[in-house]
């Protein structure tokens, strides 16, 4: 007596019609990585290569160690660009932040003129550093700008002269650059600020609890990410801030307004020294890097 084994159904043949959708995304993407990955990541492990090499007019290949870091850190302009960094960055993110958080919450009341506010104070965003830069640059000029103007009108005795001044200078870029961010900052809280659950605030507000407490002891705490994504954001704008200061001050009065972006600059295509502007690069790398990688480090910790 003979026994039939039951059959087992084959699984199903794929196509060359399934098998192209399967791989036309990747083909679609696959350009635009090779590019970014050459021109973005490649160009980023060169310039740390150049960095331990002896380069000046064109790129050198021996490799000489650390000696180019010994030599930007020993450069006053270094310091002072750094410490020009530390001021701007303080300023410019703190202010921004506390304007963007006040428009955001200005505009969360609902206020009838919010559709034409809130494009008002988004169109800044929209301009490059290079038309803030010189715009502010015309507003701050001694003869052209608010001090003429002012002088124009009778105010003798006004004086606004930051721009041509080495100690307030860099004060300038700061105003500049906070005029550019903050409406982009009120658009980040103001979308956190829609996005909190309205019973919340309800159910404080049956308890009594006023308005500027709401704000205070439940609306701001929950809007901790945005302030994290904003400050990463700011950071990030700040190192690497260069056409706004060109654009404004040029790095002067002398080195006034020198930022670690115009000394990378100065040194690597003015001044004829590749290498150490290369490690100036690496170091600006090093501090995104530092602000970066906690932060996807905590967001990737949170969604697991």
Known sequence: MTTIEPATASPPRRNFADSLRGWLPKLVLAPSFAVI????????????YLSFTNSRILPVYKLVGFDAYVRLWSQPNWYMAMKNLAIF?????????????????????????????????????????????????WFLNPGLGIENTMHNLGWE???????????????????AGVWQASGFVMAMF???LRGIDGEIIKAA????APLTK????????????????????????????????????????GNATELPSTFMYSYTFTRSQMAVGSASAV??????????????????????
């Open 37 to 48: 990955l050459l021109f973005v990541y490649g160009f980023i492990l060169w310039t740390v």
């Open 89 to 137: 960055g303080v300023l410019y993110i703190g202010i921004c932040i506390s304007i963007g958080l006040g428009l955001a919450i200005l505009m969360d009341q609902r206020i009838r003129a919010e559709g034409i506010l809130r494009p008002i104070f988004l169109y800044p965003m929209a301009l490059s550093f290079v038309v803030t830069g010189t715009a502010w640059k």
């Open 157 to 175: 005795s006004f004086k606004f002269d930051w721009l041509v001044n080495p100690d307030m200078a860099i004060y300038t870029v700061v105003i």
């Open 190 to 192: 103001l979308a956190g």
């Open 205 to 208: 507000q049956i308890d009594g």
């Open 214 to 253: 709401i704000y205070r002891r439940i609306i701001i705490p929950m809007l901790r990410p945005v302030f994290l994504s904003a400050f990463i954001v700011l950071a990030h704008m700040a190192i690497k801030s260069y056409d706004l200061v060109i654009a404004l001050t040029g790095g002067g009065p």
């Open 283 to 304: 170091m600006m790398l090093m501090g995104i890097t530092a602000i970066i990688v906690p932060y996807l480090y905590s967001e990737l910790r949170e969604k697991r």
